[in-house]
């Protein structure tokens, strides 16, 4: 920590090493209609990261963290299409086995800015730019969205509260199955949550609707993400 006139400064380096778990070795079951076949030859991952950011105070009514990361790995755990000989069928099929990736580089920026410009009232805003490459090939690594956003704001006033989280990830530019679903549509992901509160004495009661707009979307090819859902909560403590 190194205090400054314009906040406080961090840094940090480390070095760590992922093993690969049982179930990336040793999976056998299907996924997006294809054979998941195990790996038992997978290496652990290893890695070295960097990290330097700053936290300052904006008067007496917000604070402003960021941080810029680097992340230099190898023999990175991803899921990749396989050609194998089928025994039965005699020709060969794609199947999808955990393999390692010889190298790849995450880096990018983490900020966010939480603000109380009432006494009941906070709200944060959260943004995150992350570029991860496959540095063997030079391409995008899968299933890791460029921009993600988050909004949330929560307002009290007497024994009621009310919130929401509106959280927006960008389209996925590369998924790792690009040869079956690479002309299925992708979509960037746009999803409120609110919420309601009430609380009394030892008495509660809480409110919550996710995916309050019912946005139809999916991270994963042909996996639908949960729609809209309401749930009521009633505590009482005694």
Known sequence: MFPSHVG?????????????????????????GFEVIPNPGLH???AWSFEVGNTASLASWGRLDA??????????????????????????????????????????????????????LTATIAYL?????????????????????TL?????WRTLSVGGDFRYTSRIERIELEPV??????????VLDVRAGWQRGSLSARLLVANALNYI??????TLEPVRTASVVLTWTY
């Open 44 to 46: 652990p991952e290893t």
């Open 152 to 156: 949330s704001a929560d307002y009290r």
């Open 217 to 222: 979307y999916n991270l994963v090819p042909r």
């Open 129 to 149: 730019f992350l570029d991860a490459r496959d540095l063997a090939d030079d391409s995008l690594l899968a299933f890791r969205p460029k921009h993600l956003l």
């Open 67 to 120: 941080a810029l990361f680097w992340t230099e790995a190898r023999q990175l755990l991803e899921p990749t299409f396989v050609l194998v000989v089928d025994s039965v069928a005699k020709d060969t099929v794609q199947k999808i086995q955990i393999q390692n990736v010889s190298r790849a580089r995450l880096r990018g920026l983490d900020a966010s800015l939480a603000v109380a410009p009432l006494p009941a």
């Open 181 to 190: 679903f690479g002309g299925d549509p992708r979509v960037s992901a746009k």
């Open 8 to 32: 406080t400064w961090r840094a940090s380096a480390g070095r760590g090493f992922r093993a690969p778990t049982l179930a990336e070795r040793h999976v056998n079951t299907r996924a997006f």
